[in-house]
């Protein structure tokens, strides 16, 4: 954030930044619950296929909101 503070030349701008920033920071919570809840699930139930799917999917959702606004 700190970063494209520095470069920002409008309040739109960072409060977009601010925004995804906040996005971002569940997304990664939600991560950690997925590799220390789910995957123990999917081994027991013999799915790992769906676990390691969602959570690539989550992963490129989270790189989606991690990317900064354009200006």
């Given at each position: ?14 409060f ?49 909101l ?6």
């Amino acid at each position: 954030m700190s970063l494209a503070a520095l470069g920002a030349k409008s309040k739109p701008y960072l409060f977009g930044a601010a925004v995804l920033s906040s996005l971002a920071e569940p997304a990664d919570a939600m991560q950690f619950v997925s590799l220390d809840e789910l995957a123990p699930l999917a081994r027991r139930y013999r799915r790992p296929e769906l676990f390691i799917a969602g959570n690539a999917l989550a992963a490129l959702v989270y790189l989606g909101l991690d990317r900064p606004v354009a200006a």
